[in-house]
Protein backbone atom coordinates (compact mmCIF):
# COMPACT_ATOMS: atom_id res chain seq x y z
CA UNK A 1 0.00 0.00 0.00
CA UNK A 2 1.44 3.53 -0.96
CA UNK A 3 0.08 6.28 2.06
CA UNK A 4 -1.75 9.48 0.68
CA UNK A 5 0.14 12.61 2.12
CA UNK A 6 -1.43 14.56 4.59
CA UNK A 7 -0.26 17.68 3.30
CA UNK A 8 0.42 20.17 5.77
CA UNK A 9 0.77 23.27 3.34
CA UNK A 10 -2.81 23.12 1.38
CA UNK A 11 -4.65 22.23 5.05
CA UNK A 12 -2.54 25.54 6.47
CA UNK A 13 -3.64 27.22 3.65
CA UNK A 14 -7.80 26.69 4.36
CA UNK A 15 -7.23 27.74 7.98
CA UNK A 16 -5.56 30.96 6.93
CA UNK A 17 -8.21 31.96 4.46
CA UNK A 18 -11.24 31.27 7.46
CA UNK A 19 -8.61 33.21 9.81
CA UNK A 20 -8.53 36.12 7.46
CA UNK A 21 -11.84 36.53 7.29
CA UNK A 22 -12.48 36.79 11.05
CA UNK A 23 -9.42 39.09 10.95
CA UNK A 24 -11.48 41.31 8.91
CA UNK A 25 -14.49 41.12 10.87
CA UNK A 26 -12.22 42.24 14.25
CA UNK A 27 -10.85 44.92 12.13
CA UNK A 28 -14.19 45.67 11.18
CA UNK A 29 -15.01 45.93 14.70
CA UNK A 30 -11.83 48.45 15.55
CA UNK A 31 -9.54 45.91 16.74
CA UNK A 32 -6.32 44.89 14.76
CA UNK A 33 -4.67 41.78 16.32
CA UNK A 34 -1.34 42.07 17.26
CA UNK A 35 1.43 39.64 17.63
CA UNK A 36 4.66 40.95 20.41
CA UNK A 37 7.46 39.13 20.26
CA UNK A 38 10.36 39.24 22.95
CA UNK A 39 13.95 37.83 22.47
CA UNK A 40 16.72 38.24 24.88
CA UNK A 41 20.42 38.43 23.40
CA UNK A 42 21.33 37.19 19.82
CA UNK A 43 20.48 33.55 18.34
CA UNK A 44 20.41 32.99 14.76
CA UNK A 45 18.16 30.21 15.41
CA UNK A 46 15.42 32.32 16.58
CA UNK A 47 16.00 35.14 13.92
CA UNK A 48 15.14 32.47 11.28
CA UNK A 49 11.80 31.50 13.75
CA UNK A 50 11.29 35.90 13.91
CA UNK A 51 11.57 36.30 9.94
CA UNK A 52 9.04 33.47 9.97
CA UNK A 53 7.07 35.17 12.51
CA UNK A 54 7.03 38.41 10.85
CA UNK A 55 5.62 36.99 7.20
CA UNK A 56 3.25 35.20 8.56
CA UNK A 57 1.54 37.80 10.60
CA UNK A 58 1.96 40.46 8.44
CA UNK A 59 0.75 38.47 5.23
CA UNK A 60 -2.76 37.99 7.31
CA UNK A 61 -2.78 41.80 8.69
CA UNK A 62 -2.06 40.92 12.00
CA UNK A 63 0.44 43.71 13.62
CA UNK A 64 4.09 41.98 14.83
CA UNK A 65 5.89 44.25 17.39
CA UNK A 66 9.62 42.22 18.01
CA UNK A 67 10.62 43.70 21.11
CA UNK A 68 14.41 42.61 21.24
CA UNK A 69 16.49 42.76 24.77
CA UNK A 70 20.15 43.07 25.30
CA UNK A 71 21.76 39.40 27.32
CA UNK A 72 22.65 40.65 29.93
CA UNK A 73 18.73 40.90 31.13
CA UNK A 74 17.82 39.69 34.33
CA UNK A 75 14.99 37.12 35.00
CA UNK A 76 13.06 40.03 37.29
CA UNK A 77 13.41 42.25 34.39
CA UNK A 78 12.12 40.14 31.82
CA UNK A 79 9.42 39.17 34.25
CA UNK A 80 8.45 43.29 34.31
CA UNK A 81 8.56 43.65 30.67
CA UNK A 82 6.10 40.47 30.02
CA UNK A 83 3.69 42.51 32.55
CA UNK A 84 4.13 45.20 30.75
CA UNK A 85 2.89 43.91 27.45
CA UNK A 86 0.28 41.91 29.77
CA UNK A 87 -1.42 44.87 30.65
CA UNK A 88 -0.88 46.59 27.06
CA UNK A 89 -4.46 46.69 25.33
CA UNK A 90 -2.76 47.33 22.09
CA UNK A 91 -0.95 43.61 21.98
CA UNK A 92 -2.89 40.56 21.51
CA UNK A 93 -0.30 38.02 21.79
CA UNK A 94 2.80 37.46 23.55
CA UNK A 95 5.66 35.00 22.48
CA UNK A 96 9.12 34.31 24.04
CA UNK A 97 11.72 33.55 22.16
CA UNK A 98 13.58 30.57 22.78
CA UNK A 99 16.52 29.84 23.48
CA UNK A 100 17.04 32.61 26.63
CA UNK A 101 20.82 33.22 28.40
CA UNK A 102 21.01 30.91 31.39
CA UNK A 103 20.60 33.64 33.98
CA UNK A 104 16.40 32.94 33.15
CA UNK A 105 14.31 30.39 33.71
CA UNK A 106 12.43 30.17 30.57
CA UNK A 107 9.34 28.24 31.89
CA UNK A 108 8.41 31.02 34.77
CA UNK A 109 8.89 33.27 31.88
CA UNK A 110 6.23 31.88 29.52
CA UNK A 111 4.29 30.93 32.83
CA UNK A 112 3.96 34.44 33.40
CA UNK A 113 2.55 35.56 30.51
CA UNK A 114 -1.17 36.42 30.79
CA UNK A 115 -3.60 33.76 30.23
CA UNK A 116 -5.71 35.91 27.80
CA UNK A 117 -2.44 36.78 25.45
CA UNK A 118 -0.63 33.12 25.64
CA UNK A 119 -0.02 32.41 21.85
CA UNK A 120 1.62 29.22 22.89
CA UNK A 121 -1.29 27.78 25.18
CA UNK A 122 1.75 27.51 27.74
CA UNK A 123 0.65 29.11 30.65
CA UNK A 124 -1.34 26.35 33.17
CA UNK A 125 -4.70 27.76 33.46
CA UNK A 126 -4.67 26.94 29.30
CA UNK A 127 -2.78 23.80 29.90
CA UNK A 128 -5.80 23.02 32.69
CA UNK A 129 -7.94 23.98 30.09
CA UNK A 130 -6.91 21.17 27.53
CA UNK A 131 -8.07 18.73 30.72
CA UNK A 132 -11.50 20.09 30.67
CA UNK A 133 -11.72 20.13 26.64
CA UNK A 134 -12.48 24.13 26.55
CA UNK A 135 -8.78 25.47 25.72
CA UNK A 136 -9.46 28.06 23.62
CA UNK A 137 -5.61 28.00 23.30
CA UNK A 138 -3.39 25.15 23.19
CA UNK A 139 0.12 24.28 22.02
CA UNK A 140 0.38 25.05 18.40
CA UNK A 141 2.55 22.24 17.18
CA UNK A 142 0.31 20.15 18.98
CA UNK A 143 -3.22 21.77 17.93
CA UNK A 144 -1.41 21.58 14.43
CA UNK A 145 -1.11 17.66 14.68
CA UNK A 146 -4.95 16.99 15.51
CA UNK A 147 -5.63 19.35 12.21
CA UNK A 148 -3.87 17.08 10.40
CA UNK A 149 -4.86 13.96 11.69
CA UNK A 150 -8.56 15.05 11.65
CA UNK A 151 -8.03 16.28 7.84
CA UNK A 152 -7.88 12.36 6.74
CA UNK A 153 -11.77 12.14 7.85
CA UNK A 154 -10.82 8.80 10.00
CA UNK A 155 -13.54 8.23 12.52
CA UNK A 156 -11.20 8.40 15.75
CA UNK A 157 -13.72 6.94 18.18
CA UNK A 158 -12.49 3.18 18.82
CA UNK A 159 -9.00 3.76 17.18
CA UNK A 160 -6.03 2.89 19.21
CA UNK A 161 -3.71 5.52 18.90
CA UNK A 162 0.14 5.56 20.53
CA UNK A 163 2.15 8.94 21.11
CA UNK A 164 5.35 8.33 21.02
CA UNK A 165 7.19 11.36 23.27
CA UNK A 166 5.72 13.15 26.04
CA UNK A 167 6.71 17.01 26.35
CA UNK A 168 4.27 19.57 27.53
CA UNK A 169 4.85 21.32 24.12
CA UNK A 170 3.95 18.14 22.02
CA UNK A 171 3.08 14.56 23.15
CA UNK A 172 0.83 15.45 26.84
CA UNK A 173 -0.96 18.20 25.05
CA UNK A 174 -1.89 15.70 22.15
CA UNK A 175 -2.97 13.01 24.20
CA UNK A 176 -5.37 15.36 25.93
CA UNK A 177 -6.66 16.82 22.60
CA UNK A 178 -7.31 12.91 21.94
CA UNK A 179 -9.48 12.68 25.14
CA UNK A 180 -11.43 16.18 24.46
CA UNK A 181 -14.45 13.93 23.41
CA UNK A 182 -15.87 11.90 25.03
CA UNK A 183 -18.33 9.54 23.26
CA UNK A 184 -15.91 10.13 20.26
CA UNK A 185 -11.98 9.61 21.61
CA UNK A 186 -10.01 7.35 20.74
CA UNK A 187 -7.61 5.24 23.06
CA UNK A 188 -4.50 6.43 23.25
CA UNK A 189 -1.20 5.05 24.71
CA UNK A 190 2.04 7.24 25.58
CA UNK A 191 5.29 6.34 25.38
CA UNK A 192 8.53 7.56 26.70
CA UNK A 193 12.54 7.46 27.17
CA UNK A 194 11.47 4.52 29.81
CA UNK A 195 8.58 2.83 27.48
CA UNK A 196 10.85 -1.13 27.63
CA UNK A 197 9.27 -2.45 24.17
CA UNK A 198 8.51 0.79 22.08
CA UNK A 199 7.33 -1.51 19.08
CA UNK A 200 4.72 -3.37 20.75
CA UNK A 201 3.12 -0.22 21.32
CA UNK A 202 3.62 1.40 17.81
CA UNK A 203 2.70 -2.17 16.00
CA UNK A 204 -0.79 -1.82 17.51
CA UNK A 205 -1.39 1.41 16.64
CA UNK A 206 -4.34 2.21 14.16
CA UNK A 207 -2.64 5.91 14.67
CA UNK A 208 0.78 6.89 15.33
CA UNK A 209 2.27 10.03 16.52
CA UNK A 210 5.73 10.39 17.00
CA UNK A 211 7.41 13.76 18.22
CA UNK A 212 11.14 12.97 19.81
CA UNK A 213 13.32 14.07 17.38
CA UNK A 214 15.13 11.14 16.38
CA UNK A 215 15.64 10.32 12.83
CA UNK A 216 14.96 6.61 12.24
CA UNK A 217 12.89 5.82 15.78
CA UNK A 218 10.34 4.31 13.53
CA UNK A 219 10.64 1.84 10.83
CA UNK A 220 8.88 0.23 8.55
CA UNK A 221 8.48 -2.99 10.59
CA UNK A 222 7.13 -0.80 13.52
CA UNK A 223 3.90 -0.16 11.67
CA UNK A 224 0.80 -1.62 11.54
CA UNK A 225 -1.03 -2.51 8.03
CA UNK A 226 -3.14 0.50 7.40
CA UNK A 227 -2.07 2.79 10.17
CA UNK A 228 -2.43 6.66 10.48
CA UNK A 229 0.76 8.10 10.51
CA UNK A 230 1.85 11.79 11.96
CA UNK A 231 5.63 12.34 12.22
CA UNK A 232 6.17 15.51 14.38
CA UNK A 233 10.30 15.33 14.33
CA UNK A 234 12.15 17.77 12.81
CA UNK A 235 15.82 16.45 12.07
CA UNK A 236 18.90 17.44 10.62
CA UNK A 237 20.46 15.05 8.80
CA UNK A 238 23.97 14.75 6.44
CA UNK A 239 22.39 13.85 2.54
CA UNK A 240 24.49 10.24 1.59
CA UNK A 241 24.82 8.98 -2.09
CA UNK A 242 24.59 5.31 -2.96
CA UNK A 243 27.53 4.21 -1.30
CA UNK A 244 26.68 5.62 2.14
CA UNK A 245 29.33 8.58 1.64
CA UNK A 246 28.07 11.60 2.76
CA UNK A 247 26.98 14.26 0.17
CA UNK A 248 29.31 17.56 -0.07
CA UNK A 249 27.95 21.47 -0.99
CA UNK A 250 29.59 23.35 -3.15
CA UNK A 251 31.52 24.92 -0.18
CA UNK A 252 32.92 20.94 0.44
CA UNK A 253 30.23 20.83 3.58
CA UNK A 254 28.52 18.23 3.96
CA UNK A 255 24.97 18.37 2.54
CA UNK A 256 22.06 17.99 4.87
CA UNK A 257 18.03 17.34 4.70
CA UNK A 258 15.31 17.82 7.39
CA UNK A 259 13.66 14.30 8.08
CA UNK A 260 11.34 13.30 10.86
CA UNK A 261 11.23 10.63 13.25
CA UNK A 262 9.91 8.23 10.90
CA UNK A 263 11.48 6.07 8.19
CA UNK A 264 9.30 7.67 5.15
CA UNK A 265 10.43 5.52 2.81
CA UNK A 266 9.26 2.19 4.56
CA UNK A 267 6.11 4.02 6.71
CA UNK A 268 4.65 4.94 3.06
CA UNK A 269 4.55 1.20 2.29
CA UNK A 270 2.52 0.03 5.42
CA UNK A 271 0.40 3.19 6.29
CA UNK A 272 -2.70 4.49 4.77
CA UNK A 273 -2.05 8.32 5.33
CA UNK A 274 1.11 9.82 6.17
CA UNK A 275 2.16 13.39 7.10
CA UNK A 276 5.38 13.86 5.44
CA UNK A 277 8.84 15.94 6.86
CA UNK A 278 8.67 18.60 6.30
CA UNK A 279 5.52 20.30 5.02
CA UNK A 280 3.33 17.99 7.29
CA UNK A 281 3.27 19.20 10.59
CA UNK A 282 5.94 22.25 10.21
CA UNK A 283 3.24 24.42 8.43
CA UNK A 284 0.66 24.00 10.58
CA UNK A 285 2.54 24.67 13.51
CA UNK A 286 2.98 28.61 12.05
CA UNK A 287 -0.88 28.47 11.42
CA UNK A 288 -1.63 27.46 14.68
CA UNK A 289 0.29 30.42 16.20
CA UNK A 290 -1.97 32.64 13.91
CA UNK A 291 -5.05 31.14 15.25
CA UNK A 292 -4.08 31.33 18.82
CA UNK A 293 -3.55 35.13 18.20
CA UNK A 294 -6.77 35.72 16.76
CA UNK A 295 -8.08 33.67 19.34
CA UNK A 296 -6.85 36.27 21.87
CA UNK A 297 -7.91 39.12 20.37
CA UNK A 298 -11.37 38.31 20.10
CA UNK A 299 -10.79 37.19 24.17
CA UNK A 300 -9.91 40.70 24.65
CA UNK A 301 -12.91 42.47 23.28
P1 LIG B 1 11.44 17.06 23.68
O1 LIG B 1 10.95 18.05 24.65
O2 LIG B 1 12.91 16.77 23.58
O3 LIG B 1 10.66 15.71 23.93
C1 LIG B 1 11.02 14.52 23.30
C2 LIG B 1 10.24 13.40 23.90
O4 LIG B 1 10.62 12.17 23.32
C3 LIG B 1 10.41 13.25 25.40
O5 LIG B 1 9.14 13.05 25.97
C4 LIG B 1 11.28 12.00 25.53
O6 LIG B 1 10.99 11.25 26.70
C5 LIG B 1 10.82 11.20 24.34
N1 LIG B 1 11.83 10.22 23.90
C6 LIG B 1 13.16 10.41 23.76
N2 LIG B 1 13.73 9.28 23.27
C7 LIG B 1 12.74 8.38 23.13
C8 LIG B 1 12.69 7.03 22.70
N3 LIG B 1 13.80 6.39 22.30
N4 LIG B 1 11.50 6.39 22.69
C9 LIG B 1 10.37 7.02 23.07
N5 LIG B 1 10.33 8.32 23.50
C10 LIG B 1 11.52 8.98 23.53
O7 LIG B 1 11.01 17.45 22.19
P2 LIG B 1 9.66 18.18 21.67
O8 LIG B 1 9.79 19.63 21.89
O9 LIG B 1 8.46 17.46 22.16
O10 LIG B 1 9.84 17.93 20.12
C11 LIG B 1 9.86 16.61 19.59
C12 LIG B 1 10.23 16.67 18.11
O11 LIG B 1 9.26 17.44 17.44
C13 LIG B 1 11.57 17.37 17.83
O12 LIG B 1 12.19 16.78 16.72
C14 LIG B 1 11.17 18.78 17.47
O13 LIG B 1 12.11 19.42 16.61
C15 LIG B 1 9.88 18.50 16.74
N6 LIG B 1 8.98 19.65 16.74
C16 LIG B 1 8.41 19.95 15.55
C17 LIG B 1 7.58 21.04 15.46
C18 LIG B 1 6.94 21.35 14.14
O14 LIG B 1 6.47 22.46 13.95
N7 LIG B 1 6.85 20.40 13.21
C19 LIG B 1 7.34 21.83 16.58
C20 LIG B 1 7.89 21.46 17.81
C21 LIG B 1 8.71 20.36 17.87
P3 LIG B 1 11.66 11.65 28.12
O15 LIG B 1 11.14 13.02 28.46
O16 LIG B 1 11.10 10.59 29.01
O17 LIG B 1 13.14 11.63 27.91
Given at each position: MAAKLLDG???AGKIKEGLRKEIEELKGKGITPSLAAVQVGENSASRVYIRNQRRATEEMGIDYQLHELPDTTSEEELLQFIEKLNKDPAVSGVILQMPVPGQINARKVQMSISPSKDVEGMNPVNMGMLVYGQAKVAPCTARGAMELLRSSEVELKGKEVTVVGHSEIVGKPITLMLLESLMESPTPTVCHIATKDLAAHTKKADILIVAV?????????????????????INRVPVLDEKGNPVLNEKGKPKRKTVGDVVFEEAVQKASYISPVPGGVGPLTTAMLLKNTVECAKAQI
Open positions: EALGKAGLIKGDMIKEGAIVIDIG
